[in-house]
């Protein structure tokens, strides 16, 4: 089932911030499992909001069509 941009925006916004406090938490916690398992979490929330904002501008070129 394909997500609206705006589902995956908002995923990706909230996996994003989710991957920042686990970085922040394993630095502090000097537990670089944790730490890495943020930056992997950062980086998926990244892609998801790029598909979100391809998907907009995929919708934008078929709408001027």
Do not use: F, Y
């Amino acid at each position: 089932i394909a997500m609206s941009s705006t589902t995956d925006k908002i995923k990706g916004l909230a996996n994003e911030a989710i991957g920042n406090a686990k970085q922040v938490a394993g630095k502090a916690l000097d537990r670089p499992d944790m730490e890495a398992e943020g930056v992997l979490q950062e980086r998926k929330g990244e892609a998801q909001q790029a598909v979100g904002k391809g998907k907009d501008a995929v919708k934008k070129v078929i709408d001027k069509a």
